[in-house]
């Protein structure tokens, strides 16, 4: 217990000694960050936008109403942010490339901190910040419990940290097959339109592939239908369970790919 309160204390220690450098950097120009800050801000209006117009032409998506697909979609736009804020899969990816990932690896810190905590985007914050916000105004005018809420926090938190964790091993193994990030990047858009709906909508395949295999519906999908009561608790505790296997299986690929690790070297 008290070796896993030092690891999230050197993690957290890390984070905001990192982040601290790259705010007071980002700030130095401040006009052109504000405009940067809300630009990150306003793409995540995007699917706003874009739900808002579907949902004026045509009836929509069976058996969810426009404030819950808005619901779901501001969860995928906080997460994807959340991704960003944390660690760019290209920044990090090039500066393996360049060697710059070696002088952070000197650190008295583990592999999972180091990457989790240096690699990040601030900007992105912006998007995390407004899709919040979004979210709070689409369960303003959606029905539910306080408890399928509760629920719903801990199946996205859980969910997000395995998906995180996913991406970044996702990101290495990149690395080691193409010395290039363009693979994991194309694929979280990919990941990004199709957690913004229904994975019911994708027929029984593609919703296993986006369930188990690029699990992006344990952080969205499911999290949102048991915000709207639609999950059993047999299958409650199945993603638990899934989402617990994704984290152990992504932090212990992580840490072997990083043993093999051989630096770009500039």
Known sequence: MNMKANNLFYFMRLLLWSNFYQVRSFFTYRLQSLI???????????????????????????????????????????????????????????????GNLDTWLMRPYGIVTILLSTFGSFTSLAGVISGVAIFIYALYHVSFSVMSLFAFLLLFSLGSVAMVLFIVMLSILSYHLFR??????????????????????????????????LPIGIASYYPTETLFGRINPSLYLAIIFLEVVVTMVSYKAINVMMRHYTSGGG
């Not at 800050?37 to 949902?55: E, K, N, P, Q």
């Not at 697909?69 to 960003?84: H, K, R, V």
């Not at 290039?180 to 913004?196: E, I, P």
Request: proline share 3%.
């Open 180 to 213: 290039s990030a363009n693979f994991t990047s194309k694929l979280l858009g990919v990941l990004s339109s199709a957690g913004s709906y229904p994975l019911v909508i994708y027929g029984p395949i593609l919703a296993m592939v986006f369930t188990v295999a």
């Open 36 to 98: 940067w800050f809300i630009y990150s801000g306003f793409t995540s209006l995007y699917a706003l936008i874009t739900i808002t117009i579907i949902y004026n032409v045509s009836k929509g998506i069976a058996g969810w109403d426009y404030f819950q697909i808005l619901a779901l979609s501001s969860t995928i736009t906080i997460f994807m942010n959340l991704i960003y804020t944390l660690v760019n899969p290209w920044s990090l990816v090039q500066e393996m490339r360049h």
